[in-house]
């Protein structure tokens, strides 16, 4: 059986190194041994040395790092406002409005931007990148993206005809092929830094990253690592079928990481519940588990109080995380020992 059982969480909220300090040994007092901080367009502009001394109060807490380009291509997190400064780089939907704070995969100076915000984390002394949730933008109002000039010379260059406006084949094509493209050069260059790529891709085809996407980003040669988030909270509230989403989707996982010999990280949702639904993550952990992942994180610390998307009653959130980190290593290490038991 895989012998490293890697649990953590999601940080993000605090740059108060004392504090930050303090709820590392906390994270770690709750059974884990990773933690993944957020390092924005604002951190690299206002705090550099702090991030540095986020990463060394981390693994002074003896817990493993992994940085998260947190709003850095414009999709989840914090507002990038790179592309208030490049406009010219933004995403543009297909009826012409431009997104906005998104920029498109495409664009050399964005790819050049990555580049000095990997550069920037490896001066922390991190050695794991997180890319979180890279995705297309789609507006009921305005269509798909994108759909911007350098995209249209490059599809029509390629299909030899101009861009549709339509979602055809050939444009999610394009897409797929743009996302693989980019996450080839820049972790390219994370690997050429001595960095370790991680990643997680939602499961979802409106976001571009349907299955053959996502199989084609997991074989990328330099993504060392590759995870889903089976968020169930606003979707399902049967025990049944929590378990049966949280199973399905870590067993799919898995199977296209083992495809390509890639290894794997499983979110758990630790955030957004109502109360008296806490025990619910306790359903998804357990499938999570069984389903056969190893690398199980939260999202996120302390329930998510840091966002307005936080859980009702965090501190009672926050404990359950523990009890579930606590339970999922005694059942690692008890089936360990079952199989040392059988050799003798």
């Known amino acids: 059986m895989e012998r490293t059982l890697k649990l953590g969480t999601a940080y993000h909220g605090n740059r108060f190194l004392h504090q930050v300090d303090a709820d590392m040994r906390d994270i770690a007092r709750h059974n884990m041994n990773t933690v993944v901080h957020m390092y924005t367009h604002n951190d690299m502009i206002r705090r550099p040395k702090l991030m540095k001394d986020i990463v060394k109060a981390s693994e002074d807490a003896g817990l493993e790092v992994w940085m998260d380009n947190w709003g850095m291509d414009g999709g989840p997190g914090d507002k990038f406002f790179w592309t208030a400064i490049h406009p010219e780089c933004k995403m543009i939907f297909a009826d012409g409005t431009p997104t906005p704070y998104k920029p498109c995969f495409n664009q050399p100076e964005f790819r050049k931007f990555t580049k000095t915000w990997i550069d920037a984390v490896g001066e922390t ?50 897409r797929a092929d743009t996302l693989v493209d980019y996450f080839t050069e820049v972790t390219n260059y994370a690997h050429d830094y001595g960095m370790i790529n991680t ?126 980190c606590a339970h999922l290593r005694r059942r690692h290490f008890n089936d360990m020992l079952d199989e040392i038991r059988a050799k003798i």
Not at 133 to 147: D, F, I, K, R, T
Not at 264 to 286: C, K, S, T
């Open 125 to 174: 002394g991190c050695k794991t990148l997180f890319w979180d949730e890279p995705c297309y933008v789609n507006s009921a109002e305005h269509g798909w993206s994108c759909h911007c000039p350098t995209c249209q010379k490059l599809f029509e260059e390629r299909y030899g005809k101009k861009m549709p406006t339509e979602l055809t084949d050939e444009v999610a094509q394009f």
């Open 199 to 324: 990643g997680c891709i939602m499961f979802a085809p409106t976001a571009g990253t349907g299955m053959d996407t996502i199989e084609r980003l997991v074989a990328v040669p330099n993504f060392d690592n590759v995870g889903c988030d089976p968020y169930w909270c606003g979707r399902y509230t049967d025990p049944v079928e929590i378990y049966k989403y949280n199973f399905e989707k870590t067993k799919q996982n898995l199977e296209f990481c083992a495809k390509f010999g890639k290894d794997h990280n499983v979110w758990l949702q630790a955030y957004a519940f109502p109360y008296g639904r806490e025990d619910e993550m306790l359903i998804g952990a357990e499938a999570i588990y069984d389903a056969g992942a190893r690398t199980i994180l939260t999202w996120s610390y302390f329930g998510g109080e840091s966002e307005d998307y936080g859980a009702q009653n965090c501190e009672m959130n926050w404990a359950i995380q523990g009890e579930i």
